[in-house]
């Protein structure tokens, strides 16, 4: 854990110069491709030892196989064997090494290298081989149609200032950024001709960095003070669960698993602050004229802290993440997507048992949160007292859903994780099973009309920033020179 803080600080002061001396002005992609991939294997040499061979080892296998599999099926192919290299890496870890230890934890660069080679070679393949007609808006604006170099694909997956922690962004955002591109704005009418083409200015990121950097600070000062003295595993101890009383532990639960969250709230941000540092980030200006930097944000503290739903939760936490389970399994699934979904994020991350307990128990919770939302919120939306009232109580229960959902996640083991749902009677499990028993999952047209105009009190702005960076995912205004890419990024930020 020091060397991957010691790896970041120095990430961060590497961006800095490499933003500075290296600037697409002065400098060509080629040296930029080159510094950002020899300073990422470094650090990750650095880090892991020679663990970081792996990161090489999947990267290449990955690329060989793009080239002699074909533009047809390599996504398949690549998707099985970077997901499949993954897990192996994950077993001899845990059962192998040290189980429930973090030393030589070497398996976390590989799941964000594991979600850049799966991405890009569904993006090669949409570009490449499928039809325009048949890919959706998203796909279209994400779609790669030429075979990158070795170096562009090294570059990609290795470079410096995502290597460690991520987080994952698209293929073509990278690229644009090392060739200098993230700073044009090319806009063009609905019919595809092109309006007006000019260069915008290149803002600094220094602001964004400097209240990133004091995200972080106050994260970690959190983590080192508060976290430990509210353990997780308190939870399952035999004197407190047979003392404290229903109200007494669900609230502790609260307050331990939200006191957990400080540490990846760190990490992530000070990862993102580290592509900003470098000038990658920036995702255009707000109707206000402020420069936004959150084009590959991981997370919203903020939503996440006051989210009044399942959903709302998950798509505030691990940002990227989710949106590559969506594009590459969600979106392609060709039945029960959800479940698919959480089955793909339980492999995904890892080998524990935990993990596998937390997704299944977020199925039952996810769809059992869509259809009470679904089915019964258009009652409470007509006054606002009352509404007040149901986003408080939504608050309330979805806080307590999520630590309930997650225990397993922190414990890791079978035996605690079921030693914590039996001590609670598995309530909320048969509470969700009960749900979905009574009410119907397909959302009825008033329920939907109804929902479409009134979001909660507090995060109606912020939902909406949600659902734009979802539908552009890319709206930094890039110009990539072809006419129907620059139509589709123009047509989902009218959106």
Known sequence: ??????????????????????????????????????LGLYLALF???WYALHFVIQSGISYYIMIIIGVENMHKYCFVFALGYLTVCQITRVYIFDYGQYSAD????????????????????????RKNEDLTPSQRCLAVRRMPSLLEYLSYNCNFMGILAGPLCSYKDYITFIEGRSYQLQQSEANGKEDTKYEQTDPSPNIAVAQKLLICGLS????????????????????????????????????????ARPKYYFAWTLADAINNAAGFGFRGYDKNGVTRWDLISNLRIQQIEF????????????????????????????????????????????????????FLTGVLMTLAARAIRNNIRHYFVDSPAVKLCYDI?????????????????????????FT????????????????????????????????????????KKLEEENLLQKNSYST????????????????ALKQ
């Open 476 to 491: 930094t205004n890039n110009s990539f020179g072809q006419k129907q890419e620059i139509t589709c990024r123009y047509q």
């Open 393 to 417: 109580i939504t608050w309330m229960t979805t806080q307590v859903a999520i630590s309930y959902t997650v225990v397993p996640f922190v414990l890791l083991s079978v035996k605690p994780s």
């Open 220 to 259: 970690l000062l959190f983590h080192v003070t508060i976290t430990k003295t509210l353990p997780v595993e308190y939870n399952i101890d035999d004197n407190f669960r047979a003392t404290a009383s229903w109200p007494v532990r669900f609230f502790y639960l609260y307050v331990s698993l939200m006191a």
């Open 106 to 129: 070497f398996s976390g660069p590989m799941m964000i290298i594991t979600q850049k080679i799966t991405s890009l070679a569904f993006e090669i393949h949409d570009g490449m081989f």
């Open 307 to 358: 989210s009044t739903s399942f959903k709302m939760f998950l798509d505030n936490w691990n940002i990227q993440t989710a949106l590559w389970l969506k594009r590459v399994c969600y979106e392609r699934a060709t039945f029960s997507p959800t479940i698919q979904t959480f089955i793909l994020s339980a492999i995904w991350h890892g080998v524990y048992p935990g993990y596998y307990l937390t």
């Open 1 to 38: 854990q020091v060397n991957f803080v010691v790896c970041q600080l120095f990430a961060l002061l590497a961006a800095i110069w490499f933003r500075t001396y290296l600037h697409s002005s002065k400098t060509s992609p080629f040296i930029r491709h080159v510094v950002a991939t020899l």
């Open 47 to 49: 880090c892991f030892g």
């Open 420 to 459: 914590f749902y039996s001590s609670c009677y598995f309530c909320l499990h048969i509470a969700s099973i009960l749900v979905l028993l009574v009410f119907p999952l397909k959302r009825t047209q008033k329920g939907s009309k109804k929902y479409e105009s009134i979001q909660p009190v507090w995060s």
